[in-house]
Structures are given as structure tokens and as C-alpha cells.
């Protein structure tokens, strides 16, 4: 590499490969990538394909913090990386990990940022003027003394960027920035990688949103540690069937331009709208059935005028929300963070008591119900399965809840099994959990719950970090569970689990229910799904608007190619 | 839930130097450590309700006050009952009543209600990074100053994570209420392991993030909490030592 190469870019792998300690397998094989400065370059890939180990190197956490045999060339910021430690780059490599939150750590918003400009040893006076530039950058001015605890997930990850932005790096690797953020905090995280980027930022970001493979100048897909493609997004992203192989869902309007046959991709839903020639399209066979699914014949689970408060806190979390689930019904709630969800959740699953108003559990208040009653028929999935699996093998942990039932040991075991091989994981009974993937370790945590053959199951935020192979896997799962007559409860924000996966939802707003009804329902309103700050698929909003109610993007397409057919 | 327990607050207990804190928190400290009568804890106790007014603390008294009563009464009670002394009015194998031991008992409640009540007030008025702070004034290297406040910062996390596992096991049937004591005791075991897990991830985290903020690097570091001693720190830090030194004189 020249030296002219060397400054030009930011970062350059030349036939990297790394295997981490004691893996059977290099995580990462013969890389070659150049990240241009100025620009931004977004990693995508299935989980385990080797994003975040490339992103280690970048930050240079590998080798630093994870051991392991790693071979060809490293440059970065012009140095070629033999001996460098993270320690080397502090300042001028920045990182942004998945859990944004644990890179969190003081008790205000600017001691936050200080923090990294005092290690650094900048001069209090440059500090302020950094601070200010770094929280503007990010849209956090005004929450100086705020405690970073008390912010909203996408404001605790615009956090997270303005500690390293303060630093002024002339890399930002971040990996997987928008996880866990509800539609609104991902907009906003990428309106900040936007801005960044236009400022000269460089930027590397692993990342699976769609628009953020859209605004990247240069888009890098990794299949098993390889390469799989590398160019600019215009060229990758049309490659639909290569990145659906591996687990990158592309842009809805890309793959509709693709099923339809288009050159090239609309850029927005009045583009394509405008491209069909505003139609209204004839209702196709699969969208028919959904409209009318609303209806609840019997009662499950109900909470009637719930209102709820938590300590010291301003406002009611929940006020007078009434919510019901029928056998064999599929909700999702849906509302932006602090809306008051996980709330419903924990006073449908009786870890909460409301202040006013009554829960009902197959008629019978759910007070009235013992614990292992209640946890007989209401599972409750967490969003973090790391919070419940304590065991040191699959199968005692799924046999942890039928034994509180105090079930004989060969029903536990017949439980096991059932629960086991409903969630795909019948060949890894004897698998150590901490060693399973965050899949896996998901599915773990459903069929512990499923093991207590509950009537209802509710799922908190059930896709973060899967992949888009997995995701289709969970909706396989739920729909299995719908046809056993469970209930499924979904609190998510993910606008496609929603779309494919549930009949009706409810809208959460400030704690109060702004929606109830149907999907179609709901895509038709517009400032309903706006106040929540939920967002439409595109392919749903544009068939909506052409009078259509689809599931998916191939649906879209055969009613666009049944008129053209018509047409013809 | 908030549970970080320093109170945004405009008072002058608030505004002290933040070494001025410390010093006169330790000087406290001494005062309630050699506190053994309940005349003396009487008065102390008063003086910290003092100040812990002052400092507009009350909220934070309120929302431990059950833990004040039962650390204030459990303290009374064994001591009143176990200690041995002289006069005891029965005797019961262990058991040692008298009216000696119930004066200690309640001046040792009052010593250990004294210790809490200083702490809270310290952390009802001082950031963690006003600590640290104060910490690295007095020669503390920055990385052990850091590490020393660290727990101040992790305490609230695991407490917050210890109530999800909680809730999560309790999802699965787990009573935790139920039973006898050896049998929950090993329920808790199941609670402790995923919270130990998390708690590893979250260093592990937390690790490269103070790596890439230049935490290891060598050289000068600055602050950016500029501090002023002012004459009432001064006047603060006098009274303080002058009540330690009259408690050890007394």
C-alpha cells in the first residue's frame, strides 16, 4: 500500500482472517475492504456471518479485548496495526457498541460526554466547545443535566455517539446502532449518521435497516466471513435474491421493483405510486381474509380501565387502557418507548397491580390466581433471554417451569420434548444455553414458556437482534402456536413481525389506547400510526394507498402484475 | 424507577467544594463511630436531620424509611437482649435483658442510623463524578478514583437487573416467598445466575467502551468540573472537625 493509498483511506483489510480463541471455525476469511474517508460504509449479513468481528477490527478490540489467531494486513488512519492496542486509537477510533447502554456511566449527559475529553486531557475550555458541537450534532441540546437513565432508548444511543463524537474520531465504527429502538428512535439515529456523513464523517456501520443500506456510499454483505458482495448500494441492493439468501431483507421498493420488473427502483411511495399510474387495485385472494379476524367470541385475558403509576413518576404509566386476547388471537402492541407497553404486559402477567380497574383470567381475577396458576396460563417471554435462562443445560431449563407445577418427571419430560422440538431445538437438549446463539437462546426462552402449556403467550420485542432468516422462523413459530388455540401477544416495533404475524392491534400513546381494531384498519390511518410513531412498511403503505391490503411485498407485486395482466 | 439517589437540588450543601464534602463526611463519621450513648446519638442524630434538611434530602429519608426503621429497630433489639451486663433483670440462655443494654442497644441503633443517614446525605448531594473528583484533589490516582466510584455507578444497574430476573423467574412459577429458608435460599441461586451473567457482559462492555475513550491512555488529564474553595467550605470543613474532635474529647 503507497503512501498516498494509505491517506486516502481509513481503514484497509487486505486478506484478513481471524479466528477467535478456542473456535473451530475463523470468524472472518481473506478479507479485503478499503474504506474511503469522508465516506460511510454499512456491514450487512446474518448473524454470525462476521459483522461484528469486523467491526472489532476496525476499533481494534481485536486484538485487544478478544483474543485469537489473526492474519493479514490491518491498516487504519494510515498505520499499518501490528502491536496497536484500542488504547493507540483512543480519540481517533470511536465505538459504538450493540449495547449502547453499558458504555453509559455517569449520572448526567455532559458528565457523560467530559468523560472520554478529560481522559484525552482536553483543555476545559475546548471541552465545552466540543461538548456543545457534539450534542448539536446528535439533536441533545437542553438535556446537559439530564441523567443518561432517565432518556429514551434512541436518546441513550444518541448519547452513546456524542461521548465518542466529543472526541472528534476520525473513525466511527458503530455496530448495529438502531437495535432495540422503536421506528421513531431508528429515524432518529439515522437522521445522525445522515448528518454525519454529510459533514465528512467517516463511518462504518454494521447494520440491517434498510434505509441505512440506502444512504451508505458503499454496502459490504458478508456471507460466513467472506465477502459476498461489496459496492455501491445501487449495485448491491439489486442483487434481492442474493441478500434475502442471506438474511438482508432489501428495501421494500427495491424487490417490488424487482418482482415487477422495473429498471430501476422508486425512491419513494408517491414515486411509485405515480410509476403504477395511482391505481386502485382489486382486493387479492390473500389479503382477504384478514379484515374480519378482529372479533373476540371468548374472552381470555382481559384488562378493563386499567390505570397504573409508578412510584415518584409524573404521570400515570397507564390510564383507564382496557385490552382483551381471545383463544387463538394474535395482538401486537405497538406504541414508541415509555408508551406504557411492557407496563400492560407486566400487569397482564400479574407482576404489576393496578391502582383502578380489574384484570381477568379466564373470567376470574387474576389476583385470585395463585403464582404458578397464573404462570401455568400466562407465559411471558422477556425481551432479554438472558434474564431467565440460569441453567447449565437446555433441557433443565425448559423443565424448570413444569416442575414448579409440580408435574410427575415423565410429564416434565414429555413437555421438554414437545417444547423442545416447537421451537426447533430438539437436537440441542444437552447443549450448554450460554454457548447458544442469540437465536437459539431466544427459542430457549419461548419453549421454557410454552413447556407450561400456557393459554397465552406474550413476547416482548421477540426480534431484536435476529436476523431475517429468524425473524421468518419466529413467525413460523407463532403461527404454530395459533394453530394449538394459544394467544399470542406481541410487543414490538418491528413493522413487518406486525404486518405478517398479527390479525389486531393495539396503538399505545402517552399510556392511554389510541387504536384498537385490525391491520388494514390501521394501515388506513395514517396519523393514528404516525402518533405512535410506528411506521408502515412501504409496500403495505403503497397498496393501501392503491386501495389494497397486502402481507408482503410478493403480494403487492402479483396484484400489480394481475392488472397489468388485465391491461394487456 | 429512579434509583440513583442524588436529588437535583440548589442548596448550600449542594454547593460545597466537593473535598469539603468529603472531609466533612468523614469527620461525621468519626463523631458517629465513637457514639455510644444515646445523649450524644440523641444529639448527633439532630444534627444530621440538620443538615439533611438543609440539603433538601427528606425525599431520599422518605423512600428508605422503612430501612431506617428496621435497621434502627433490629439494632435496638439485639443489642437489648444479648448483650451481657451487669443487672440483667432474666436470663434465658442468650438472652441478657437489662436496663445497661437496652441504653446501649439504643445508642448503637443511633450510631448505625447516624452512618446511614451521613451516607445518604453525601449521596443525596454529591454526583458520583463530584466524587471522583474530590478523590483524584486529594491524590487519588484518576483510574483508582475511578474504579472506587465505580461500584456508586453499578449499584443501581444490578439492583435494576436483579428485579427483571426476579420478575422473569416469578413469570415461570418461581416463589420465592414459599417454602422453608434452605429451600429458597436455593431458589435464589437460580436468580443470582443470570444476574452474575449480566453483570460480566455489562464489564465486558463497559471495559471497551472506557478503552476507547483513552481510559489506559498514559499522560495528563484534565477536568472538566471546575471547583472553587470557597469561605464556606472552609467554615464547613472547621465545624465538622471541631464536632469530631469535641465527640472524641467527650
Known sequence: ?568 | MRLSLYLVRDTPVHALHPVAKVWALLALLVAAFVTSSAGRGLLLWLIVAGLLAWGRAGANVYRLRWLFVLVFAMTWLVWSLFLRTEGAWVEIGPLHPSWQSVQMGLGMAMRITSFFALGLLFLSTTRIEEFACALRRCGVPPKVAFVFTLAFRLVPLFVEAALTVLDAQRCRGLDLSQGPWHQRARRYAMVIVPIFIGALRRADGMAIALEARGFQRAGTRTSYLRFRWTHRDSVASVCATLLAVAWLAL
Not at chain 1, 54 to 74: K, M, N, Q, T
Not at chain 1, 489 to 503: K, Q, R, S, Y
Not at chain 1, 526 to 531: Q, S, V, Y
Open chain 1, 1 to 568: 500500500m503507497t503512501a498516498q493509498d494509505s491517506r486516502a483511506l481509513a481503514a484497509c483489510l487486505r486478506g484478513v482472517s481471524f479466528c477467535y480463541l478456542q473456535a473451530g471455525e475463523p470468524a472472518l476469511r481473506s478479507v479485503d475492504l478499503a474504506v474511503p474517508r469522508g465516506s460511510m460504509t454499512v456491514i450487512c449479513g446474518a448473524n454470525g456471518a462476521g459483522k461484528s468481528t469486523l467491526a472489532r477490527l476496525l476499533d481494534r478490540s481485536i486484538p485487544s479485548f478478544y483474543p485469537g489467531e489473526l492474519s493479514g494486513e490491518v491498516w487504519l488512519l494510515g498505520e499499518r496495526c501490528r502491536e496497536q492496542t484500542m488504547a493507540s486509537f483512543a480519540g481517533r477510533i470511536g465505538f459504538v457498541a450493540q449495547d449502547f447502554e453499558a458504555q453509559l456511566f455517569s449520572t448526567s449527559v455532559v458528565a457523560e460526554l467530559a468523560f472520554g475529553l478529560e481522559q484525552l486531557g482536553v483543555p476545559p475550555a475546548e471541552m465545552n466547545r466540543r461538548i456543545s458541537t457534539a450534542l448539536a450534532a446528535v439533536g441533545l441540546e437542553g438535556f446537559e443535566e439530564r441523567d443518561p437513565a432517565s432518556l429514551s432508548g434512541g436518546e441513550k444511543q444518541r448519547l452513546a455517539i456524542a461521548a465518542l463524537l466529543a472526541l472528534e474520531p476520525e473513525l466511527l465504527v458503530l455496530d448495529e446502532p438502531t437495535t432495540d429502538l422503536d421506528p421513531q428512535g431508528k429515524e432518529e439515529v439515522l437522521e445522525v449518521l445522515w448528518s454525519l456523513r454529510a459533514r465528512g464523517q467517516t463511518l462504518v456501520v454494521v447494520e440491517h435497516e434498510p434505509r441505512a443500506l440506502e444512504m451508505a456510499d458503499q454496502v459490504v454483505l458478508l456471507r460466513a466471513g467472506e465477502v459476498a458482495a461489496c459496492g455501491a448500494p445501487g449495485e448491491v441492493l439489486r442483487q434481492v435474491e442474493l441478500l434475502e439468501n442471506n438474511a438482508v431483507r432489501p428495501p421494500d421498493l427495491v424487490r417490488l421493483a424487482a418482482a415487477v420488473g422495473w429498471e430501476t427502483a422508486p425512491t419513494s411511495v408517491q414515486e411509485a405510486y405515480e410509476r403504477l399510474g395511482a391505481p386502485r387495485l382489486s382486493q387479492g385472494r390473500a389479503g382477504s381474509q384478514d379484515a374480519a379476524s378482529t372479533g373476540a367470541a371468548n374472552c381470555l385475558l382481559a384488562a378493563r380501565e386499567i390505570t397504573y403509576r409508578y412510584p415518584e413518576a409524573p404521570a400515570p404509566a397507564l390510564h383507564e387502557v382496557s385490552f382483551r386476547v381471545s383463544p387463538a388471537e394474535r395482538v401486537a402492541i405497538l406504541g414508541q418507548n415509555g408508551s406504557g407497553k411492557t407496563t400492560l404486559a407486566r400487569i397482564l402477567t400479574g407482576l404489576l397491580q393496578p391502582a383502578q380497574g380489574s384484570v381477568e383470567l379466564e373470567g376470574r381475577p387474576l389476583a385470585a390466581w395463585s403464582l404458578t396458576e397464573r404462570a401455568a396460563r400466562v407465559g411471558y417471554v422477556f425481551q432479554n433471554p438472558d434474564e431467565q435462562i440460569f441453567t447449565a443445560r437446555v433441557a433443565d431449563e425448559v423443565a424448570f417451569g413444569p416442575r414448579q407445577l409440580g408435574l410427575a418427571e415423565g410429564e416434565v419430560r414429555e413437555r421438554v420434548q414437545e417444547a423442545l422440538a416447537l421451537v426447533g431445538l430438539g437436537e440441542r437438549a444437552n447443549a450448554d444455553p450460554f454457548w447458544l446463539g442469540k437465536n437459539e437462546r431466544q427459542r430457549l426462552a419461548v419453549a421454557s414458556v410454552l413447556a407450561m402449556h400456557p393459554k397465552v403467550v406474550i413476547l416482548d420485542e421477540p426480534t431484536t437482534g435476529l436476523d431475517q432468516h429468524e425473524q421468518r422462523d419466529l413467525l413460523q413459530l407463532i403461527e404454530r402456536l395459533r394453530v394449538r388455540g394459544m394467544a399470542v401477544v406481541m410487543i414490538t416495533h418491528n413493522p413487518w413481525l406486525v404486518i405478517e404475524g398479527a390479525e389486531r392491534c393495539v396503538l399505545l400513546a402517552g399510556g392511554t389506547v389510541i387504536f384498537d381494531g385490525s391491520l388494514p384498519e390501521l394501515v388506513q390511518a395514517p396519523e393514528l400510526w404516525r402518533r405512535a410513531r410506528f411506521r408502515v412498511p412501504a409496500a403495505v403503505e403503497l397498496a393501501a394507498r392503491c386501495g389494497l391490503w397486502v402481507r408482503s411485498v410478493e403480494e403487492l407485486a402479483r396484484a400489480v402484475a394481475g392488472r397489468a395482466g388485465r391491461c394487456a
